[in-house]
């Protein structure tokens, strides 16, 4: 079917994490948009665990921009509550058991920064989890963090977006938005890498699995993470993720990634699970680890909102709200996630 853009001030392809927020700011901005989605393709969005997390690596650093992204971020999706009269945000702290005696002298050196404790407590007798964690040695416990429930949120948006008229099921194809009378923003996550007008850019997809189980008679509010982490969903049912593979990127389970994952569940947990669901995506990360947004070197009325990897659920607000200030205020974007960090790329290519 053709879309219809006439009328239209922006065309966004993609209804995931990224597609979602940037058609809701625009929507804030006045803008007249439509939102088009397509049933066919699947979304990492809906696999994901949602976990915002400030602190993260070995030696537990903060994250890029965790000054910049983290304070603004619960305010952020506590008011899309509101908008869209849905319950997601889960604010919880992420407890990380040290994994051995090396980890645990590290952070009582003075060698951990004095910023690190913006974000977290650290302590280094295990009292809170000696039932559940096969760890005697204490961890760190981060502040600022929590997850999103995202299939909740993105069902929210769509019938905010089907009750404002804006919504379209149906798969878009790329080569349409160069005869379009309105400017269009590529937000399809993994699918990017098949889009004629950006597949010079250098994305590196990571597939990733997640197991629901449930654990029996324990109480537990917030997410443990040590090689694996586990997200407390509901009542006796939790979130066991993540693997990551370069290979194979395709949104089938596997049966070698449940098998990672239990193993890497008891290494972590004591309590016996059951498995309940099994499912699998594919991240849209980057060689450089950064966003990809801005508008294509050729073409200044097709754009791109994507690149966000793992960590989707911080990035997006304030990349988003970033992205609305330059397509409608015409601010300058971040030269870090700006893809015109790649024009050469482009060249190189022969598409010019
Ligand atoms: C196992 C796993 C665990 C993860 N855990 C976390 C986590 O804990 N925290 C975190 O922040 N992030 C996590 N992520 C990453 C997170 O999923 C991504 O950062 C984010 O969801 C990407 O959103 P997106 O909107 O760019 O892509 P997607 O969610 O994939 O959305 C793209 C949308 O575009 C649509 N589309 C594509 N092409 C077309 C077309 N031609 N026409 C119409 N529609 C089209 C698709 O149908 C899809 O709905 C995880 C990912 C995986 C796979």
């Given amino acids: 079917m053709e879309t219809e853009t006439t009328g239209l001030d922006y065309l966004i392809v993609g209804q995931g994490l990224a597609g979602s927020i940037l058609a809701y700011l625009l929507i804030r901005e006045g803008k007249k948009i439509n939102i088009i989605d397509s049933p066919e393709f699947p979304s990492s ?25 983290f304070p603004h971020l619960e305010v952020f999706y506590t008011e899309l509550e509101q908008v869209l009269d849905a319950k997601f945000l889960h604010p919880v702290p992420i407890y990380r058991p040290f994994p051995n005696k090396e980890v645990q002298t590290y952070f009582k050196s003075d060698k951990v920064s004095a910023d690190f404790y913006d974000f977290a407590t650290v302590e280094f007798e295990n009292i809170r989890y000696k039932d559940l964690v096969n760890s005697t040695l204490g961890g760190v416990t981060t502040k600022h ?8 949120m993105l069902e929210a948006f769509r019938k905010y977006f089907q009750e404002k008229g804006v919504f379209i099921a149906e798969k878009f194809n790329p080569e349409k938005a160069l005869s379009a009378t309105c400017t ?40 443990i993470n040590q090689g694996a ?55 849209p990360a980057t060689k450089d680890r950064r966003p990809l947004i801005g508008m294509h070197p050729e073409f200044q009325q097709i754009g791109i909102f994507n690149g966000l990897g793992s960590k989707g659920v911080a990035l997006a607000p304030y990349f988003a709200e970033q992205f609305v200030d330059f397509l409608v205020n015409g601010k300058e974007l971040s030269p870090e996630v700006n893809i015109n960090r790649f024009a050469s790329l482009y060249l190189r290519v022969g598409n010019s």
């Fill in 145 to 152: 963090s929590g997850w999103l429930d995202l299939k909740v």
């Fill in 184 to 223: 269009t923003i590529f937000c399809e996550g993994f699918q990017a890498v098949n889009n004629p007008f950006f597949n010079y850019l250098p994305f590196s997809p990571v597939k990733g699995e997640v197991l629901d189980i449930s654990i029996e008679g324990i109480e537990l509010s917030e997410i």
């Fill in 45 to 69: 969005s809906r696999v994901a665990a949602g976990i915002y997390n400030p602190v993260t690596g070995r030696k537990l650093v903060k994250t890029w921009l965790a000054d910049e992204l």
């Fill in 229 to 283: 982490f586990v997200v407390p969903l509901s009542a006796n049912t939790f979130r066991l993720g993540a693997t990551y593979s370069w290979h194979e990127l395709d949104f089938a389970p596997t049966q070698k990634a449940k098998e990672e994952l239990i193993e890497k569940y008891h290494k972590l947990m004591k309590p016996a699970i059951s498995v309940t669901a099994h499912q699998a995506g594919v991240r």
